[in-house]
């Protein structure tokens, strides 16, 4: 009987540890103990997830596909391709190629071009029974990535950073719930905002205006934050699905079926350096003051 | 429970944490991630009884907590785990020579911490949908189970190796 309640009170004692974390964490802001608990823990965790991940890596690569058994220099050259085909997407997505050039310089395309990209592997990746979707890249605050920086790979956008440590950052996935995106339909400028469902293939996009054209097949684009952080402009995001447009709502929704495959993620590109802010066009004249992209930032 | 058993246990554990965001979260089986660690806690569980179960909740939930990717709300993964390994150490406490008891119990284990998490979530950060969750379920029942037919051997067998204990002997720490 002695022993029955000793069991009991380790129980209590642990569940009571527990939700104590949890109370703190919730009321503690930025730089209280528990946060920078975790981002010590971080800091050498994500070498060792590295290190680990590049011991397993190989044996992983050499049974499920030989093409990844590469060097440096083949991932070099996946990275122009990625670039390439990441303008080409860019250039190519509108349906009316006559007016490809008026469009590009709407969506900023011409300006995509002096971004700079920093290219990362993806160590880690969240469970999926987590009700969150996060991944680990091997590139930190060294490589002159902070928190809120765009992330995309040749598909199209995959996300934003969030914590970083200096040879890791943490990356919210656009599909993650608390994923939130200032879009427009590529060729038509229409604006809106794209979320996360917690859905790994499917995200909702809301249009401003509920009597705006919406069709299936439309072509979404980021439309661009203050300084390109979180998000730069005209990166692709995903086609619309479906339309639903239900009535005394003052919104028209739709379904998003992201460009991204975010269950095979493995080389991504993070934006560390937007366009120099004269090289970019406003987007409209009577504005250009207040900076229309700004209510965009979550 | 001398240290050497419990530095095993938390080895082992530590192991998992690090391996499941590199290895099994890209497998891609449709559903649930394979979860290794709850199969792990489950298996010390079944072999040392409730208290060991519910430490070893207990460092895991705080080792998730703190490995990216994820940045869950502290404490709420070892309120869960803490929970599972107990129930699962009082569950497995009578021995049993049968083979699938242990895997049944895993299962139920699995099933209880997807809806425990989905619970969790759901109040403290945003609902759920009830559709993500009864996709997970199903899955995470089906893997874990079949984990558990290779890690509950190698649990016991790493267990046995280090000695015997009594039953009195665990619920001593």
Known sequence: ?298 | MNLLRWLVVILSIFIAVILQPILLTRLNFPGATVDLILVLICAWAIAKGPIVGASAGFIAGLLIDLTPPTEPIMGLNSFALVLIGFVVGLLGVKPSKSFFRPLLIVAFASVVLIMLKAALTSIFESPVAFSRVSELLFTQAIYTSLLAVFVIPLVTWLDRKLGPTSRADELRL
């Open chain 1, 1 to 298: 009987m002695r022993d029955n309640g000793r069991v009991r009170a380790v129980l209590a004692v642990l569940l009571l540890v527990s939700l104590t974390l949890t109370i703190i964490d919730i009321r503690s802001s930025e730089g209280a103990l528990l946060k920078t608990l975790r981002a010590t823990s971080a800091n050498v965790l994500a070498p060792l997830q590295e290190g680990v991940f590049n011991v397993v890596n190989p044996i992983r690569d050499f049974f499920t596909n030989y093409s990844e058994l590469v060097n440096a220099r083949q991932r070099a050259r996946e990275l122009e391709a990625q670039n390439v085909e990441l303008q080409e997407k860019l250039k190519t997505s509108d349906d009316a190629r006559r007016r490809a050039s008026e469009l590009d310089a709407l969506l900023d395309i011409a300006a995509l071009g002096s971004y700079r990209v920093v290219p990362a592997r993806v160590i880690a990746i969240g469970p999926k029974q987590d009700f969150s979707w996060s991944i680990t890249i091997d590139a930190g605050s060294s490589d002159g990535i902070t928190s809120n920086m765009t992330v995309l790979n040749g598909q199209g956008l995959i996300g934003r950073t969030s914590s970083v440590t200096p040879d890791s950052a943490n990356v919210v996935l656009l599909i993650d719930k608390s994923s939130r995106v200032g879009a427009r339909i590529s060729g038509r400028g229409e604006l809106g905002f794209a979320s996360g469902e917690d859905l790994p293939d499917e995200i909702q996009f809301e249009l401003f205006d509920p009597i705006a054209n919406l069709e299936v097949n439309d072509i979404l684009l980021t439309w661009g934050s203050e300084d390109g952080q979180p998000f730069a402009a005209g990166i692709p995001i995903g086609r619309v699905v479906s339309v639903q447009s239900k009535p005394g709502l003052l919104t028209k929704s739709a379904r998003i079926s992201p460009f991204v495959n975010f269950s095979s993620l493995d080389l991504v590109g993070v934006v560390i350096e937007s366009p120099r802010t004269d090289a970019r066009p406003v987007i409209s004249p009577t504005t250009s003051n207040q900076e229309p992209q700004a209510e965009q930032s979550e």
